[in-house]
C-alpha cells in the first residue's frame, strides 16, 4: 500500500499559483495511476485532475482545465498539482490519490478506483 503525504497548500490571492506536491512511500508509485482531488466543508469531495500510470494520458474537470497542470517526477516518487491564476472558488482540502491496483488499461476519474489518499492540504484564495 502507498503512503502519501501532500504539502504546498497555503493561503493566495486570486490570480496567483501555487504547486502542491504529494510525495509517495511503501510502494512502486510509478506503476499507479494518480490523482488530485478537492473537497470544501459541506459539500462532496470531487475530481480535479487525474493522470495514467504512464503518462500517457491526462484529465481535468472543466472548472480547473487550462489552469492547472498535474505532472509526476518517478524519481522522486511525487507527483504535482501546478495550479495557476486561482479563483476563490477554488478554495478547498485538497487530496492526492493513487489507484488501489497498478498497471490500470484506462486511466480513472472515479474516487472508488482509489486506494490511498493523502491527508490532504489547505489551499485558500482570497478575493
Known amino acids: 500500500q502507498v503512503q502519501l503525504v501532500e504539502s504546498g497548500g497555503g493561503l493566495v490571492q486570486a490570480g496567483g499559483s501555487l504547486r502542491l506536491s504529494c510525495a509517495a512511500s511503501?510502494?512502486?508509485?510509478?506503476?499507479?495511476?494518480k490523482g488530485w482531488f478537492r473537497q470544501v466543508p459541506g459539500k462532496e469531495r470531487e475530481f480535479v485532475a487525474a493522470?495514467?500510470?504512464?503518462?500517457?494520458?491526462?484529465r481535468y474537470a472543466d472548472s480547473v482545465k487550462g489552469r492547472f497542470t498535474i505532472s509526476s517526477d518517478n524519481a522522486k516518487n511525487t507527483v504535482y498539482l501546478q495550479m495557476n491564476s486561482l479563483k476563490p472558488e477554488d478554495t478547498a482540502v485538497y487530496y492526492c490519490?493513487?489507484?488501489?491496483?497498478?498497471?490500470?488499461?484506462?486511466?480513472?476519474?472515479?474516487?472508488?478506483?482509489?486506494?490511498?489518499w493523502g491527508q490532504g492540504t489547505q489551499v485558500t484564495v482570497s478575493s
Open positions: 511503501g510502494g512502486t508509485f510509478r506503476f499507479y495511476g
Open positions: 493522470m495514467h500510470w504512464d503518462g500517457s494520458d491526462i
Open positions: 490519490a493513487s489507484r488501489k491496483n497498478p498497471f490500470g488499461r484506462t486511466i480513472t476519474t472515479a474516487q472508488t478506483d482509489f486506494g490511498s
